[in-house]
T-cell receptor, first 111, second 113 residues
């Protein structure tokens, strides 16, 4: 069963706009990670937020985590055409060794 | 260069013909895992391993086998492939504890006819 689900499934924006995607999960976690995938290639790690953290920044990325709502959001500010990709959240389930991925958000940034 | 290497990158095979997809990492990672990716379903975990000789089922293990005889290698074996195993497969590795990032291979696109 899928642990994480991203919303929206697809997002189209213009360069310079901000992109926000959300992830909801079902069970308790140790941490939550966001990954990026370009067109069928391998996933690349973007950022990790631990269950005791509420917000984290990395360059143009801002991640929030609300463990009470079992949800996270990824904000990409001042988006570029090169940000066009699919974005996945992944949860490291509490008391297990599993890393479970969501279904992904497909982001298209138009120049 | 730190990397996870999968081979082959593309494979077309016939139903029932045993195949192996290899995965090797050069980062001395304890954790390795196999995922399959299908449209609309995201990545689903097939098997994972926390160390040599230790493997566990993920969410979709049916029809697959794995082994972890050496730390760097984690092959995925399809003893009798079927068309519903046509998919994009990814191998990943990471440090033990999973509180760190996973590194992914470039993927193997498998078609079973």
């Amino acid at each position: 069963s899928q642990q994480g689900e991203e919303d929206p499934q697809a997002l189209s924006i213009q360069e310079g706009e901000n992109a926000t995607m959300n992830c909801s999960y079902k069970t308790s976690i140790n941490n939550l990670q966001w990954y990026r995938q370009n067109s069928g290639r391998g996933l690349v790690h973007l950022i990790l937020i631990r269950s005791n953290e509420r917000e984290k920044h990395s360059g143009r990325l801002r991640v929030t985590l609300d463990t009470s709502k079992k949800s996270s959001s990824l904000l990409i500010t001042a988006s570029r055409a090169a940000d066009t990709a699919s974005y996945f959240c992944a949860t490291d389930l509490y008391n297990t060794d599993k890393l479970i991925f969501g279904t992904g958000t497909r982001l298209q940034v138009f120049p | 260069e730190a990397q996870v290497t999968q081979n082959p990158r593309y494979l077309i095979t016939v139903t029932g013909k045993k195949l192996t997809v290899t995965c090797s990492q050069n980062m001395n990672h304890e954790y390795m895992s196999w995922y399959r990716q299908d449209p609309g379903l995201g990545l689903r975990q097939i098997y994972y391993s926390m160390n040599v000789e230790v493997t566990d089922k993920g969410d979709v293990p049916e029809g697959y086998k794995v082994s972890r005889k050496e730390k760097r290698n984690f092959p995925l074996i399809l003893e009798s492939p079927s068309p519903n195993q046509t998919s994009l497969y990814f191998c990943a590795s990471g440090r033990k504890g999973l509180g760190t990032e996973a590194f992914f291979g470039q993927g193997t696109r498998l078609t079973v006819v």
